[in-house]
């Protein structure tokens, strides 16, 4: 009998991620063709409290073609609040079917919870629990992901599926999407660079050209350049900030890891080196477990904070359902399932996982 295509509910494809490497300049594989290939939820425990004696009212959001910023910022117009009233712990991509809590004043929803137009682009809300505290960045455990990865070939499924637990050491490399919006230029460390020069004018230059949900209103803004700047969420900007600081931390790591026993890959145009196997990881853990990471917010100008950044990553990956892809005739799709820790990226593991020997 034969096998049956692996296919998921939606039939639109969505932009599409592949891994190529300098020296051999070949596609390892396709990543979030469909939203639902790529799914996301947080691991985040909170305290919960009644709600009379609370301060603040959590949300699950299940969004899908929103960034976290452009969804706070939707609800927050709809219910009346600033949006910096609407917290969360992490960011996630609008390039998949994500899923994370939100804090929002307690008393914020009288009327109920707000219901967005439900569509390719999708965001959905629904009580979580009441508590004292708002939600702040930094305080997430780590995430769990099913993706699918598609387009590989005999080989490359056979390796996967041939072993139903995958003991993965990667390198903790901030992936493009810290560095721009998917399709757009990876320049966001750019605008953050300029920041911390005070040259606001390149700043706002590069976040125009961005392609970001704020880069209409650089385009747009006729007034001083530093003024623009501050009449952003402080989030935001300190998002641009944290990109110059994890394309710095990058370069650091990158160094640590010697040419011989590496693979050098370009990705969207930012440079990796990916060690070749488990064991070369390890060595790197071994010899320097964690690197020193600044990190940002930004009240009237930036505020550093220094903090350390694992340099190896170690996971179980779970291999699930695997078959003919029906989005790629002849070739074949895997699912796989992991966690990560928190400021991990999904990709990265994804891309390390298939270039190791």
Same mark, same amino acid.
């Given at each position: 009998? /034969?096998?049956?295509?692996?296919?998921?509910?939606?039939?639109?494809?969505?932009?599409?991620?592949?891994?190529?490497?300098?020296?051999?300049?070949?596609? +390892?594989?396709?990543? #979030?063709?469909?939203?639902?290939?790529?799914? @996301?939820?947080?691991?985040?425990?909170?305290?919960?409290?009644? !709600?009379?004696?609370?301060?603040?009212?959590?949300?699950?959001?299940? #969004?899908?073609?929103?960034?976290?910023?452009?969804?706070?910022?939707?609800?927050?117009?709809?219910? $009346?609040?600033?949006?910096?009233?609407?917290?969360?712990?992490?960011? #996630? !991509?609008?390039?998949? @079917?994500?899923?994370?809590?939100?804090?929002?004043?307690?008393? /914020?929803?009288?009327?109920?919870?707000?219901?967005?137009?439900?569509? &390719?682009?999708?965001?959905?809300?629904?009580?979580?629990?009441?508590?004292?505290?708002?939600?702040?960045? $930094?305080?997430?455990?780590?995430?769990?992901?099913?993706?699918? =990865?598609?387009?590989?070939?005999?080989?490359?499924?056979?390796? =996967?599926? &041939?072993?139903?637990?995958?003991?993965?050491?990667?390198?903790?490399?901030? !992936?493009?999407?810290?560095?721009?919006?998917?399709?757009?230029? #990876?320049?966001?460390?750019?605008? $953050?660079?300029?920041?911390?020069?005070?040259?606001?004018?390149?700043?706002?230059?590069? =976040?125009?050209?961005?392609?970001?949900?704020?880069?209409?209103?650089?385009?747009?803004?006729?007034?001083?350049?530093?003024?623009? *700047?501050?009449?952003?969420?402080?989030?935001?900007?300190? *998002?641009?900030?944290?990109?110059?600081?994890?394309?710095?931390?990058?370069?650091?790591?990158?160094? =640590?890891?010697?040419? &011989?026993?590496?693979?050098?890959?370009?990705?969207?145009?930012?440079?990796?080196? *990916?060690?070749?196997?488990?064991?070369?990881?390890?060595?790197?853990?071994?010899?320097?477990?964690?690197?020193?990471?600044?990190?940002?917010?930004?009240?009237?100008?930036?505020?550093?904070?220094?903090? @350390?950044?694992?340099? @190896?990553?170690?996971?179980?990956?779970?291999?699930?359902?695997?078959?003919? !892809?029906?989005? *790629?005739?002849?070739?074949?799709?895997?699912? +796989?399932?992991?966690?990560?820790?928190?400021?991990?990226?999904?990709?990265?593991?994804?891309?390390?996982?298939?270039?190791?020997?």
């Amino acid at each position: 009998m /034969a096998e049956p295509p692996f296919t998921y509910p939606s039939a639109r494809p969505s932009r599409r991620v592949a891994a190529t490497t300098s020296r051999e300049e070949t596609t +390892l594989f396709v990543l #979030k063709h469909r939203p639902e290939d790529f799914r @996301v939820r947080e691991n985040l425990v909170v305290p919960l409290t009644d !709600d009379a004696s609370a301060a603040h009212r959590y949300l699950l959001l299940h #969004k899908r073609g929103y960034t976290t910023m452009e969804a706070v910022r939707l609800l927050a117009d709809r219910i $009346g609040v600033a949006g910096r009233e609407v917290r969360y712990a992490g960011l #996630k !991509d609008e390039d998949g @079917v994500t899923e994370q809590l939100l804090s929002v004043p307690a008393r /914020a929803l009288a009327d109920g919870l707000p219901e967005f137009p439900d569509g &390719e682009r999708r965001l959905r809300l629904a009580h979580y629990g009441y508590g004292h505290e708002p939600l702040a960045v $930094g305080g997430l455990e780590g995430n769990a992901f099913r993706v699918v =990865l598609r387009d590989l070939d005999d080989g490359a499924a056979g390796r =996967l599926t &041939e072993r139903r637990r995958i003991n993965l050491l990667f390198v903790n490399y901030y !992936d493009t999407q810290r560095f721009g919006v998917p399709g757009g230029p #990876k320049r966001t460390h750019l605008v $953050g660079a300029a920041l911390l020069d005070e040259e606001w004018a390149r700043a706002r230059h590069e =976040l125009a050209g961005l392609g970001a949900p704020e880069s209409a209103s650089a385009r747009d803004w006729t007034g001083p350049d530093e003024d623009f *700047f501050r009449s952003l969420d402080p989030r935001t900007v300190a *998002f641009y900030l944290a990109a110059h600081s994890s394309y710095r931390w990058n370069a650091e790591v990158r160094g =640590l890891i010697g040419a &011989e026993h590496a693979r050098d890959v370009t990705v969207d145009g930012l440079p990796y080196r *990916f060690p070749a196997g488990a064991r070369e990881a390890a060595a790197l853990q071994a010899r320097c477990p964690e690197l020193a990471y600044t990190r940002y917010t930004w009240a009237d100008g930036p505020e550093e904070h220094r903090v @350390v950044r694992p340099t @190896v990553v170690q996971t179980l990956v779970t291999v699930g359902a695997h078959g003919p !892809d029906d989005a *790629f005739p002849g070739r074949r799709a895997v699912e +796989l399932g992991f966690q990560l820790p928190s400021g991990s990226y999904a990709t990265t593991a994804l891309r390390q996982l298939m270039t190791q020997r």
